[in-house]
């Protein structure tokens, strides 16, 4: 029901497409996706990003009903699975992205082209992506287009609380943390207390289970620290891109000024070549 209602308000905001993502989780086994599933379906969405798990259970519900699928990845391998299942487009995540980003440390400049080089269907590059030369840079190794998550928290229209937005701009590249390396889940995070609590208490003799750090993993704890300003509250999704950015511009600002920097990049390679 609190789908639908997202759905509803999305459409009444917006004559434009847009899509619904669908996390399939990782660690639970007898979780029923069939009621998010129907609320997509007769919602008359046209395009979902699927993520987490193995999406090979949804997406042929979905592609009956002419619903375009993006599947979110973390490795090469992983995407031609889910090509394989029927998936339209992949969203490929580098290392340096935020939030889970795979357990094979591959970085974008790697994973780009060497999915390009096997995979039929369009992929999109998420992770590392902060500008237009990013954009140029994907583009030019294969990608038919970017994902941005972090840069977009640091946009005008961000709901985020004012003082976590200045807490992320003043952060370098070296500001975030990996954390659930120890459980094969790894994710990251803005270096804060949380993150570091998480890794002390995976690196204690013995290790730490899922429920010893599932108090610290909270989504309402993280979202109550966006949502108050309080840095250390709770887990903020950062990639390594907060290294890169140095202003609050508006969405539109900042797509529109993306489109002209990669356009100016590109030609400015194809120059340097030529020479």
């Given at each position: ?273 030529d020479r």
């Open positions: 029901d609190d789908l639908r209602r997202e759905i509803e308000r999305t459409r009444e905001l917006t004559c434009k497409p847009f899509g619904v993502n669908l996390t399939l989780s990782l660690t639970a086994t007898d979780v029923n996706y069939d009621g998010w599933i129907d609320a997509i379906i007769q919602g008359d969405v046209r395009i979902v990003e699927s993520a987490g798990n193995n999406p090979q259970p949804v997406i042929a519900r979905w592609k009956a009903h002419g619903i375009k699928v993006i599947h979110k990845c973390t490795s090469v391998r992983h995407a031609l699975s889910a090509e394989r299942y029927g998936a339209d487009v992949i969203s490929i995540d580098g290392f340096e992205a935020g939030g889970h980003c795979g357990e094979d440390d591959v970085p974008a400049l790697i994973m780009i082209p060497a999915l390009g080089k096997v995979l039929k269907i369009p992929f999109i590059a998420s992770g590392g992506i902060a500008n237009g030369r990013s954009m140029a840079a994907a583009l030019a190794l294969g990608a038919d287009g970017v994902n941005m998550g972090t840069r977009f928290m640091l946009t005008r229209e961000s709901a985020i609380h004012t003082d976590i937005t200045a807490a992320l701009l003043a952060a370098t590249e070296r500001d975030t943390t990996l954390i659930k390396r120890t459980l094969k889940r790894t994710a990251r995070f803005f270096t804060n207390d949380v993150s570091q609590a998480i890794v002390a208490l995976e690196q204690r003799p013995g290790g730490a289970t899922y429920d010893d750090l599932k108090h610290l993993l909270s989504g309402d704890r993280g979202l109550a620290g966006l949502e108050s300003g309080d840095i250390t509250a709770g887990l903020v999704c950062a990639s390594q891109v907060i290294g890169l950015v140095d202003d609050i511009p508006s969405c539109a600002e900042l797509v529109t000024r993306m489109v002209a920097e990669c356009r100016e990049g590109l030609e400015q390679a194809l120059n340097r070549f």
